[in-house]
T-cell receptor, first 115, second 110 residues
Framework: EPEVTQTPSHQVTQMGQEVILRCVPI?????FYWYRQILGQKVEFLVSFYNNEISEKSEIFDDQFSVERPDGSNFTLKIRSTKLEDSAMYFC?????????????FGPGTRLTVL | QKEVEQNSGPLSVPEGAIASLNCTYSDRGSQSFFWYRQYSGKSPELIMS????GDKEDGRFTAQLNKASQYVSLLIRDSQPSDSATYLCAVNVWGFKTIFGAGTRLFVKA
């Protein structure tokens, strides 16, 4: 069964450094998402992406964040200058296009630790 | 501010019992509704989606939607210890944004 994959599974970085989190969505899916979950807190929407542009973003997704689909398979989240409070699990998700196909399928996540 | 509210629990039920999980949402424009299960340290795993008022059954799981009351529920019949997890209610409003509730922790005692 096809699944969303994410790399790395765990990323440790120093405050102020740039990180790129990578995702490979399910191959025939056309909507892509990033979410984050701070330890012990709820899953928070960051951004949605469709047709090579951002569809919607949350207030969390400020100028420090960017997303890109550099090729036909990868979907990346870049954090330019990490802060301690960026430490969280980051989940990528993807979904099909069409009626009653709102279901998003989640990848296993990347645990980001900012020191 | 669009909100999805869940009782954080923990909800504790004996093995074989019915677990009932509830969720309310604030935006009447919400179109689709989901229940995800999340084990500690893992990603959300879809259990059920529901789009129209009424009940939807899938195996031991039944989702119920009442748009007039802005209420979604999940029933788990014949609860098993492996069902012990956090259950997340998620709501899509028009557009591309999904809002999650904080989740209800369920413990099924053997």
């Amino acid at each position: 069964e096809p699944e969303v994959t994410q790399t790395p599974s765990h990323q440790v970085t120093q405050m102020g450094q740039e990180v790129i989190l990578r995702c490979v969505p399910i191959s025939n899916h056309l909507y892509f998402y990033w979410y984050r979950q701070i330890l012990g807190q709820k899953v928070e929407f960051l951004v949605s992406f469709y047709n090579n542009e951002i569809s919607e973003k949350s207030e969390i997704f400020d100028d420090q964040f960017s997303v890109e689909r550099p090729d036909g398979s990868n979907f990346t989240l870049k954090i330019r200058s990490t802060k301690l409070e960026d430490s969280a699990m980051y989940f990528c998700a993807s979904k099909l296009v069409g009626p009653n196909t709102d279901t998003q399928y989640f990848g296993p996540g990347t645990r980001l630790t900012v020191l | 501010q669009k909100e999805v509210e869940q009782n954080s629990g923990p909800l504790s039920v004996p093995e074989g019992a019915i677990a009932s999980l509830n969720c309310t949402y604030s935006d009447r424009g919400s179109q689709s509704f989901f229940w995800y299960r999340q084990y500690s340290g893992k990603s959300p795993e879809l259990i059920m989606s529901i789009y129209s008022n009424g009940d939807k059954e899938d195996g031991r799981f039944t989702a119920q939607l009442n748009k007039a009351s802005q209420y979604v529920s999940l029933l788990i019949r014949d609860s098993q210890p492996s069902d012990s997890a956090t259950y997340l209610c998620a709501v899509n409003v028009w557009g591309f944004k999904t809002i999650f509730g904080a989740g209800t922790r369920l413990f099924v005692k053997a």
